[in-house]
């Protein structure tokens, strides 16, 4: 009987060596999925779909498409990913469902279409355009939240072949440009062609229009995050919004440019953030200040290396892809990485601090931070152009990263603290 206990101890305790080892496995295959998924998207982007409109446009306008396509990158991740991430947050506690959060879609999606077309008024020439803004607007919202269907599931494979497809509907719209010179169609045609994917494959838009009792829930927490999440994708393109109207197409075209690569990996982080919320939200335990620091110590580390690798592949891009600005934007490239790379690592802070803290906080600190940024631009930008532009937002971002690391350890340390007290009752 001795003998058949200590052996099932045993083989229970191998079971959970093996079980560690497949999860570490998967984890890893995961964040390869979503990793892929964005170089692939972005990849595709940047290196074919952007040099060869720059060719074809010109520069001046490319800086054109890029302020409206900026706004494209405030407005749509905003209200998409914003409620994407909050259904992963909200699910931990409520029985809410897809009804509850496609209308909020409508509702913040359907709104914050309206203010962008007004805020874009200048470039709204015709129906058509502000038709096609609309829907591109609409069905980009709609994509960004879609991935919701694999991230609940933690079906990554699948997630990267959403954006497989994304991408590659995006060649095709190239081509109906090549032949229609409507550039509405590289972007609107690739957002379909995932959203088409998601309807066979998935099931996150079945009920459309089912709520549960915890709609109000929903919209009170998904609210805070689209605010949160407006504030910061607002931060990260006012390059877009600033040199226009400052300054000129070519400005955006310049800066643009030389932020690619850093902006590049703010696109790469972001799926490894749906990594670290996915497996964090489904624990009932909350972070505690140590663990918060190794957290810490591993994005430092990480967006070290981004800044390094963005240094050397900087110049090389941009000679490579748009050689005509090389000289125009040189001087500013180490400014330019090191306020993107803080960007990143500030992004990646925030997402670990929403694992054990409230949503108010990321949205108090974002609109102090775009309160920060928006002075430093007025000023810098009208004293030094393009260059004033590039120091305030190197700043800006250095003071964010410092208050949400100061907030993650105040946090943590509340947290540590009541889960003592919770053990010692």
């Known amino acids: 009987m001795r ?24 984890i890893v295959s995961n964040t390869a999925y979503t990793i892929g998924g964005a170089l692939l998207m972005n990849g595709v982007l940047q290196i074919l779909i952007y040099p060869l409109l720059n060719r074809m446009m010109g520069s001046d306008q490319l800086g054109e498409l890029l302020y409206l396509m900026g706004l494209v990158a405030i407005l749509c991740p905003s209200v998409g990913q914003a409620l994407n991430t909050s259904r992963l947050v909200v699910r931990r506690d409520y029985e809410v469902k897809n009804g509850d959060y496609n209308l909020l879609l409508l509702l913040f999606g359907g709104i914050g279409t309206v203010i962008t077309l007004v805020v874009a008024k200048k470039s709204m020439v015709s129906f058509p355009v502000i038709l096609w803004t609309a829907i591109l607007l609409m069905t980009t919202i709609f994509r960004y939240y879609g991935d919701v269907e694999y991230r609940l599931n933690l079906n990554y494979k699948k997630y990267f072949t959403y954006y497989g497809v994304l991408t590659a509907g995006y060649v095709a719209g190239f081509g109906i440009y090549f032949l229609t010179e409507n550039w509405f169609w590289v972007f609107v045609t690739g957002e379909a062609a995932s959203l088409i994917y998601l309807g066979i494959t998935g099931s996150v838009f079945h009920g459309f229009w089912k709520k549960s009792s915890f709609f109000g829930e929903a919209f009170r927490r998904g609210g805070f995050l689209v605010f949160s999440y407006l504030i910061t994708n607002l931060t990260l393109n006012i390059d877009r919004l600033v040199l226009e109207h400052l300054i000129g197409h070519l400005a955006v075209t310049q800066y643009y440019v030389t932020s690619l690569i850093g902006k590049t990996l703010v696109l790469l982080v972001a799926p490894v953030n749906t990594i670290i919320i996915s497996y964090l939200t489904r624990k009932q335990e909350r972070m505690d200040r140590k663990q918060f620091l190794i957290f810490t110590g591993i994005g430092g580390a990480v967006s070290l290396a981004f800044f390094v690798g963005a240094q050397i592949g900087t110049p090389i891009f941009v000679k490579l892809f748009y050689g005509d ?49 928006t002075a ?34 105040w946090k943590a340390a509340g947290t540590r603290k009541q889960g003592n007290q919770e053990s010692e009752l």
């Open 376 to 409: 430093l631009v007025l000023i810098f930008t009208q004293k030094s152009g393009i260059m004033g532009f590039a120091v305030s937002v190197l700043i800006a971002n250095g003071i964010r990263v410092a208050a949400v690391i100061l907030l993650g350890l």
């Open 325 to 373: 600005l090389y000289e125009a934007v040189r001087g500013m490239v180490t400014v330019v990485n090191l306020s993107q790379i803080l960007g990143v690592f500030s992004a990646y802070l925030f997402i670990v601090v929403l694992t054990f803290t409230e949503e108010k906080w990321q949205l108090i600190l974002q609109i102090i931070h775009l309160a920060v940024i």
């Open 3 to 26: 003998t058949d206990v200590k052996n099932t101890g045993k083989n229970n305790k191998g079971d959970d060596v093996l079980a560690s080892k497949e999860k570490q496995k998967k």
